[in-house]
């Protein structure tokens, strides 16, 4: 069974920037392409970015296009969302999961199992 963990949140201020990890542990990132997801309170989950499994090909929302870089480290298994001039409609609970991609839209390998994801928030 995969295992992902999430961390790097934190509370900063509009403009600020943090850096996320996704940490995959029972399986390599070779095996599997990698998203990440948020929810707002209120709001439903919507996909935020994705990194393929080979070829490393990336994928963003539109609303973070510009201001956010996913990128992946192999040898410490590990994914990162680089997020940079944070705006408060960021604030949300960010999760990373397995995905699969439709063209070039991703969605979870496993809806119904999510991590306890980590707490952006982005406030004055």
């Known amino acids: 069974q995969v295992q992902l963990v999430e961390s790097g949140g934190g509370l900063v201020q509009p403009g600020g920037s943090l850096r996320l990890s996704c940490a995959a542990s029972?399986?390599?990132?070779?095996?599997?392409?990698i998203g990440w997801f948020r929810q707002a309170p209120g709001k439903e989950r919507e996909g935020v970015s994705a990194i393929s499994r080979q070829d490393g090909r990336t994928y963003y929302a539109e609303s973070v296009k510009g201001r956010f870089t996913i990128s992946k480290d192999k040898a410490k298994n590990t994914v990162y969302l680089q997020m940079n001039s944070l705006k408060p409609e960021d604030t949300a609970v960010y999760y990373c999961?397995?995905?699969?991609?439709?063209?070039?839209?991703?969605?979870?390998?496993?809806?119904?199992?999510w991590g306890q994801g980590t707490q952006v928030t982005v406030s004055s």
């Open positions: 029972r399986f390599t990132l070779d095996s599997y392409a």
């Open positions: 999961a397995t995905v699969f991609f439709v063209g070039n839209i991703w969605r979870p390998r496993d809806s119904n199992s």
